[in-house]
């Protein structure tokens, strides 16, 4: 199964209608539970006779306890097993696609479109994104591949980055100092990025997703998390 777009809104209204389901019969069960087996005005608190350190096995359910072990099981295997096939390919290494590095810096995003251009001599440096100019990467054939500018947003300005559709892209994740989340809203891809690991997703932008969209932290990492926010744009 693919990853993200649609196949990520699809996977959000299933979890949300599971948790819906959940929610409901934990919250009948809580009231019913709580009315049912009140003690009555004038009766003793202690009903069930509880001894402090002695556990009341005559309370127990066996059905009970099978059902509420069993049933979240087969529910949560089921999750799993329907979200399985987009987190695999989110991970799947296509070793033909365009790399483009992404760093977590508090509270900015660092993009680069044309990693193999740094040497090992010359590590990455966290260049503030308001002193770089554009950048762009064209293909073997002339064909824009990727660029990075920046994009005026309610006042503030934020790092831009375009990307091709139908063209595969890696994204190579890193970060200068706490753990940050770029999340792909409209792909629906989220993945951290922690200071000294690299982690990686891949994901090939469709016809459908061109136009502009938000990328945002999920990860809490510190005063400005919340305006940690960047532009992608998919062009024809
Ligand atoms: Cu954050």
């Known amino acids: 199964m693919e990853a993200g777009g649609e196949h990520f809104w699809y996977l959000f209204d299933i979890f949300n209608f599971w948790a819906l389901i959940v929610l409901v019969i934990v919250v009948v ?3 019913y539970n709580s009315l049912r087996f009140r003690s009555k005005d004038g009766s003793d608190n ?11 096995k005559e309370n127990d359910d066996l059905r009970m306890e099978l059902t509420w072990t069993i049933v979240p099981f087969i529910l949560i295997v089921y999750l799993t097993y ?12 296509d070793p033909d696609a365009h790399e483009i590095n992404i760093t977590g810096n508090q509270w900015y995003w660092d993009f680069d479109c044309d990693p193999l251009r740094d040497t ?3 590590p990455e440096s966290s260049v503030a994104m308001e002193n770089r100019s554009s950048t762009m990467f064209y293909n073997d054939n002339g064909i824009l591949i990727c660029e990075i500018t920046t994009i005026e947003v309610e006042g ?20 200068n100092d706490v753990t940050h989340a770029p999340f792909f809203l409209d792909w629906g891809l989220k993945e951290d990025t922690s200071q000294n690991v690299e982690t ?9 997703e061109i136009g502009s969209s938000l990328l945002m ?8 998390h919340g305006y940690m926010t960047a532009v992608v744009e998919v062009y024809e």
């Open 29 to 31: 069960w809580l009231f």
């Open 217 to 224: 932290c999920t990860e809490y990492c510190g005063m400005d």
């Open 200 to 208: 990686r997703l891949y994901y090939t932008p469709s016809m459908d």
């Open 82 to 93: 329907i979200a399985w096939g987009p987190i695999d390919e989110m991970w799947t290494a």
């Open 156 to 175: 503030q300005i934020k790092p831009l980055l375009r990307v091709k559709a139908d063209e595969s892209y890696g994204f190579i994740l890193r970060s």
């Open 120 to 122: 090992e001599d010359a």
């Open 46 to 56: 202690n009903i069930d006779n509880f001894t402090p350190g002695v556990f009341p």
